[in-house]
């Protein structure tokens, strides 16, 4: 019988050896979701009869010599996107009974390509926290500790692979929301380059305020339990709206191993400081890469600041998500602009200033950004790859205060403000660039620590191979003891 935390690799190649058939994938899976999800509560929304009914299609298919590249593996969906008879609210009691006709564009490529979709995983309401918890749903908990959080905004989905009850998932990244899930619960994530992706049928914006372009910054992107699912996904979801068109054709990566391999070590950043126990994650990650051949260069950097690039990226960010929040609260947070100098980077000053952009600061940022854009072109000459926290810290205990901002997250035994969650992820954001999180260790406290892949412009093969290689040496993913049989 079919092992559901193997990789997604690897059940699609023993389906293709009629090792087992789809049909029995699905049962196992199923299975896997009534045993742990009641405790995790990842997946919230299910159509077993859907799914077996295209299990059946799919074993007919691998008779007839037809299958198509997913063909046969049960896939869950980040319930930001659209499925088509599925209830899609993203936590929003104004969405609860929001059933879409259509799929979105991205699980209409995963539809073709012959996934199954069981069903919708959990996420915070509108996908704008760190935690995944809403009203409709209740709390999404992290496998590795039920008193901590997945992550968010894709911590239904991290949960869900983590565990096997998924083969497969879409996930949706703006801020961290594929990298920092991937790197609580100890999986592969990939933040795509922007627009590689379409991202149509995604909430946000609302469905009566669909754009038909991608919106700023945000891609969709999946999550796995290898580096070699994120190439399998990446395949098949790269690429225009329509899924019978073909996928578009990024360039192959750059090395296939360590030797030679150019990387930059990004750490020691005063304004985004790391716990030691992330920290060690990624100079391990570094120093097995450097064993192995690899070139690595702790003090390289593009020709800009790290703080240059969280303000252009966090106004951007913030101003996203202002065109989500109803009109009162938007004016009531751009009215602390005036409250903050000149330069201030806080989160609260740069959520003021995103939630009041107007079209001259909008254009400044859109200059300042193309400059981020040209020098990292410039460093992606001398190096292949960066390495770097995905975020500050490792997974963190539940914490549902109303107001965010008077959260706090633990680095190194200090307390330091909850979006300080986001700098790090930002790097990659602001300038659209592809960024993979791969698992490294488990620290001290039982849970998981990864490290951050930045890669080029369209080089996202870059960034899964060097999680591919760090998988090879050893780093690779580990089931959460709940998980196991």
């Not at 499925?83 to 936590?91: C, D, I, K, M, N």
């Not at 051949?293 to 252009?312: D, H, L, N």
Request: aromatic letters at 6%; proline letters at 8%; a neutral charge.
């Amino acid at each position: 019988m079919p092992n559901v935390l193997d990789s997604a690799s690897n059940l699609r190649a023993a389906l293709l050896r009629r090792e087992f058939s789809a049909r029995d994938l699905l049962g196992v899976t199923l299975a896997a979701i009534e045993r742990l999800n009641p405790a995790l509560n990842a997946i919230v929304q299910m159509d077993a009869a859907a799914a077996w009914r295209a299990a059946t299609d799919s074993d007919a298919r691998f008779a007839r010599g037809e299958a198509r590249p997913l063909e046969g593996l049960p896939v869950t969906i980040k319930d930001c996107f659209e499925a088509a008879g599925l209830v899609t609210s993203v936590g929003a009691p104004a969405l609860r009974n929001y059933i879409p006709k259509e799929d979105a564009s991205a699980v209409a490529r995963l539809r073709h390509a012959g996934a199954i979709i069981l069903g919708k995983t959990n996420v915070p309401l509108l996908t704008g926290d760190f935690q995944t918890y809403n009203s409709l749903y209740g709390t999404t908990n992290n496998p590795w500790n039920l008193d901590f959080s997945p992550g968010g905004s894709s911590g239904g989905a991290a949960a869900a692979i983590a565990t096997g009850m998924s083969a497969l998932e879409i996930g949706s990244d703006l801020a961290g929301s594929i990298r920092w899930p991937a790197h609580c619960c100890g999986i592969f994530g990939l933040k795509t380059t922007w627009n590689i992706i379409a991202t149509y049928g995604h909430i946000p914006p609302m469905p009566d305020m669909r754009l038909e372009r991608n919106p700023e910054l945000l891609v969709a992107g999946p999550l796995a339990r290898s580096a070699a699912d994120l190439a399998l996904a990446l395949d098949v979801l790269a690429g225009p709206r329509d899924p019978a068109m073909p996928a578009q054709v990024l360039p192959p990566a750059r090395k296939t191993s360590p030797k030679g391999l150019r990387v930059a070590l990004w750490l020691d950043e005063p304004i985004a400081p790391a716990d030691a126990t992330v920290a060690d994650a990624v100079r391990k990650a570094a120093l097995m890469l450097e064993q192995a051949g690899a070139i690595v260069e702790p003090a390289a950097r593009p020709a800009f600041s790290f703080e240059e690039a969280w303000e252009v990226s966090a106004v951007l960010v913030h101003a996203l998500i202002g065109i989500g929040l109803p009109e009162k609260i938007r004016e009531r947070l751009a009215d602390r602009e005036h409250e903050f100098p000149a330069g201030d980077l806080s989160h609260r000053a740069l959520q003021a200033r995103g939630m009041r952009l107007a079209t001259p600061d909008f254009i400044d940022i859109q200059a300042r950004r193309q400059r981020l854009h040209e020098a990292w072109a410039r460093f992606f000459e001398r190096f292949d790859v960066v390495l770097c926290p995905p975020a500050p810290t490792g997974a963190i205990r539940h914490d549902q205060r109303p107001d965010p901002q008077a959260r706090v997250i633990e680095v190194n035994g200090r307390q330091r403000p909850y979006f300080d969650l986001m700098p790090w992820a930002c790097l990659a954001t602001g300038a659209g660039l592809p960024a993979a999180a791969a698992p490294v260790m488990l620290a001290w406290d039982g849970l998981p620590r990864g490290v951050q892949i930045i890669a080029a412009s369209h080089e996202d093969r870059t960034a899964i191979a060097c999680a591919g290689m760090l998988e090879a040496m050893g780093s690779g993913f580990t089931a959460p003891p709940m998980a196991l049989p």
